[in-house]
């Protein structure tokens, strides 16, 4: 090397040094922060009104109602130095430019229903950018296609479909006030999942703003980004402003079912038939099982299945089609109700039967509870052995609810690499452990003790769920997968997770995070960072 060819080196070292320690004093202005706001935002729609620091009194209500863990809320002293209630696209835009020219964290919260919490707490001063109030809905049926704001629920879009049409439904959760913004980005799966697949199986486009604050649309984002937001993870790429979706199309009258079946009642073979037949019944049948370990009678406990169905089509048809592929559920026209798609909505999530579809509208997150997640694929059957195994660990733990979910139709048709979204062909079922539990169950001081008790039996099933890696779903966030500190930008501490969650698709997601946000500007504890150019190979 040449002297001048040093002496340029020494000043472009000075100069960069001097621009991270000018970004570093800028990291404590808050003033500045706040200040910049208005200078990105239409004038007509003030962001002051949208822009809530400590010192407003609506500040820590806010905070609190748009988080539906109470494990994670209660268990973080974390705040953010301000939330921005979005009320106007550009005022999302402002907060992005903004938090990154002032060095502060950006956490994005639709729906709340992150179950690490990590759209509302970080380690490092941080703003959430709270997307609730962006909540239109726009249904064209002649197009057959919606345009939904991120701030909008599924109970919304399910609503506003019905509005329009009886005979046209959309592929989303089965939690009405999950918000759209998080849950499709991580796939979004319901009980329509194996007629129509996830819900970004039919999502056709999207605007998203990036680190620079534009608002970019299916063309100008390109197919890779396109790609990437559909299951990877919308937060590692920028903020989803509102997806276009196609809808699908749902008779008339549909069927739902609850068959309930204890031990006692042969539930291990009921279940182990399940695993057999669920995943290759036609398409429109859908059959969720939902296990507890109940009370039998006064000092014995017993394991309770319910078998929740769903036929996009009439009863008697239902009955035919299970008394071929599975009579040994005894399934009966007493056990079946006929309702409209729009109703069978508000039967899945959980609300008395002749509950009014405009429950399907409160957005509120009410009786909120404590909980920690776990999930798992599975590959092949659970033998009779491992069932047994699960019911004794299940009846040690109180509170716990085992959902599997059947794949297999429609996610056995799309290929891993189609979207970012892996869990496709070749499972049999995904499963889902929870434990939850109330206030007066232990709150917070016990959440330690039902965190071990799940990790406990989600270690027992090992030899039965997936391997290498041990698959886990995005949208059942669970921090036990592996994580790193939110500011923490090492490639090789990502790897474990990212595999977990995206298998092969991993390498291609850091590969675009590259592209759309190579100085890895939205980030948390779980987000993919920028692949590291020498780890191309
Ligand atoms: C009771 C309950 C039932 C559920 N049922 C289902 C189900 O049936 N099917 C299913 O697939 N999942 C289900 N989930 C999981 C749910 O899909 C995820 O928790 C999802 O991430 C929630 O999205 P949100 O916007 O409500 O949450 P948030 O906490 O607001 O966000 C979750 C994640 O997405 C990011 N994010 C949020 N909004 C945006 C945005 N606009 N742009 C970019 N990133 C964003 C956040 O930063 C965070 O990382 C359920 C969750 C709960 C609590
Ligand atoms: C929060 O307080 C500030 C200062 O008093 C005020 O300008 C702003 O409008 C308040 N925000 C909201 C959403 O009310
Ligand atoms: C919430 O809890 C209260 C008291 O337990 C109960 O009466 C009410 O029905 C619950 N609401 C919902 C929507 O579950
Ligand atoms: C992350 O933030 C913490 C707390 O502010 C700090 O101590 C740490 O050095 C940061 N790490 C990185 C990689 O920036």
């Keep these: 090397m040449k002297a001048s060819s040093i002496s340029i080196s020494i000043v472009l070292i000075f100069i960069s040094l001097s621009i991270s320690l000018l970004r570093f004093n800028n990291s404590v202005d808050f003033d500045s922060f706040l200040r910049c706001l208005p200078t990105h935002s239409n004038p007509f729609i003030p962001i002051a009104d949208a822009i809530l620091t400590p010192t407003n009194s609506s500040f820590e209500y806010i905070y609190q109602l748009r988080a539906s863990n109470l494990r994670t809320l209660l268990s973080s002293t974390s705040r953010p130095v301000a939330i921005i209630t979005a009320l106007h696209p550009s005022h999302a835009q402002a907060t992005v430019v903004c938090a990154k020219r002032h060095g502060f964290q950006l956490r994005i919260r639709s729906g709340g229903h992150d179950y690490e919490g990590l759209s509302y707490t970080s380690n490092v001063p941080f703003v959430i950018l709270d997307m609730f109030n962006l909540h239109s809905i726009d249904v064209d049926i002649e197009s057959e296609t919606a345009w939904v704001q991120a701030g909008a629920t599924t109970g919304e879009l399910y609503y506003r479909i019905a509005e329009k049409s009886n005979v046209h439904g959309f592929p989303s959760g089965i939690c009405t006030t999950v918000g759209i913004g998080g849950h499709f980005s991580g796939g ?35 197919d890779d980004v396109f790609w990437a937001i559909r299951g990877g993870g919308a937060t590692s790429f920028g903020v989803i402003l509102s997806w276009r979706v196609k809808l699908v199309r749902v008779p008339p009258r549909v069927t739902v079912f609850t068959v309930p079946r204890t031990l006692e009642q042969g539930a291990t073979d009921l279940v182990y038939r399940w695993q057999q037949v669920a995943p290759k019944l036609p398409k429109k049948i859908f059959i969720r099982l939902q296990l507890q370990p109940i009370k039998n009678n006064i000092n014995s406990r017993t394991v309770r299945v319910l078998f929740f169905g769903h036929f996009l089509g009439q009863a008697d048809r239902l009955i035919q089609l299970l008394n071929i592929n599975f009579p040994e559920l005894g399934l009966l026209g007493s056990d079946c109700l006929e309702m409209s798609w729009v109703e069978s909505t508000v039967f899945w999530a959980g609300f008395p039967t002749g509950t009014s579809i405009d429950v399907l509208l409160d957005r509120r997150l009410v009786n909120r509870s404590f909980f920690k997640s776990k999930s798992d694929y599975y590959k092949v059957m659970i033998p009779k052995q491992g069932l047994e195994m699960l019911w004794e660990a299940m009846m040690d733990i109180e509170d716990i609810i085992v959902q599997m979910n059947p794949y297999g139709g429609r996610m056995e048709e799309i290929s891993e690499s189609k979207t970012a979204f892996a869990q496709r062909g070749g499972n049999l079922f995904m499963v889902q452990y929870m434990v939850v539990w109330s206030e ?15 990790r406990r039996l989600y270690s027992a099933m090992t030899p039965y769920a997936s391997s290498n890696p041990r698959e886990a779903f995005l949208n059942y966030r669970d921090l036990d997968v592996g994580s790193k500190e939110s500011n923490e930008t090492d490639f090789e501490n990502t790897k474990e997770y990212g595999t977990k969650y995206f298998r092969n698709n991993f390498i291609r ?24 150019v020498r780890a191309t190979h």
């Design 188 to 222: 979004g799966y319901g009980f329509l999942m194996r007629k129509y697949g996830l819900s970004i199986d039919n999502v056709i486009d999207a605007q998203l703003i990036d680190a620079n604050g534009r608002i970019l649309n299916r063309e100008s984002m390109g």
């Design 509 to 532: 997601l850091a590969g675009v995070k590259a592209m759309i946000d190579a100085e890895n500007f939205f980030k948390n504890e779980q987000s993919i960072p920028p692949l590291p």
């Design 440 to 454: 007066s169950e232990g709150g917070i001081d016990a959440a330690a003790r039902y965190v071990e008790l799940l």
